[in-house]
T-cell receptor, first 117, second 110 residues
């Protein structure tokens, strides 16, 4: 199946710094990617829809200025957590859909674990 | 609005016993339905999906699920559970983006 890669898989940073997480579709193109957040022992919550060449669409309650999303190409979306604080510590997962597929299946990255000290 | 309910937060079964994980959904049109499995600290793996056609769907690792429109359900089943099946299981609905249920944690007793 299609492969989605996230980098880094885990990151530790100091409070107040910014962290960038990359999401790449390795063997397919995706005009749309999705960013999810997962707290420990909880489900995945959709944060935003990343649209190639245009602004991301954020879910209600997600701060646009805090979580910057850029979808510069058909294979890359980035999530930047700006001025990170300990409450931003979480597991961030991206997903993407193959442009050429009509099955509707989303392929997920392995996730990026962020710990803010 | 789309929503997914997994009524069971935690299920424990003995190895070799059968398993059924429940999933109920709310969706305005014909739903796209998915089951994913997640091992601790890892990403999601797709077990199976339903878009249309045969309501009994076969997936990987011996799992199957049955779509019942009248009950708005998409329950996951496995006839004989293995210790390696212990994980968190998520039901999801939607297209293009997915809404996930709260998850069901499966523990397998030896």
């Amino acid at each position: 199946g299609a492969v989605v890669s996230q980098h880094p898989s885990w990151v530790i940073c100091k409070s107040g710094t910014s962290v960038k997480i990359e999401c790449r579709s390795l063997d397919f193109q995706a005009t749309t990617m999705f960013w999810y957040r997962q707290f420990p022992k909880q489900s995945l919550m959709l944060m935003a829809t990343s649209n190639e060449g245009s602004k991301a669409t954020y879910e209600q309650g997600v701060e646009k200025d805090k979580f910057l999303i850029n979808h510069a190409s058909l294979t890359l979306s980035t999530l930047t957590v700006t001025s990170a604080h300990p409450e931003d510590s979480s597991f961030y997962i991206c997903s993407a859909r193959d442009l050429t597929s009509n099955t509707g299946e989303l392929f997920f990255g392995e996730g990026s674990r962020l710990t803010v000290l | 609005a789309q929503s997914v309910t997994q009524p069971d937060i935690h299920i424990t079964v003995s190895e070799g016993a059968s398993l059924e994980l429940r999933c109920n959904y709310s969706y305005g049109a014909t739903p796209y339905l998915f089951w994913y499995v997640q091992s601790p600290g890892q990403g999601l793996q797709l077990l199976l999906k339903y878009f249309s056609g045969d309501t009994l769907v076969q997936g990987i690792k011996g799992f199957e699920a049955e779509f019942k429109r009248s009950q708005s359900s998409f329950n996951l089943r496995k006839p004989s559970v293995h210790w390696s099946d212990a994980a968190e299981y998520f039901c999801a609905v939607g297209n293009p983006y997915m809404r996930f249920g709260a998850g069901t944690r499966l523990t397998v007793k030896p």
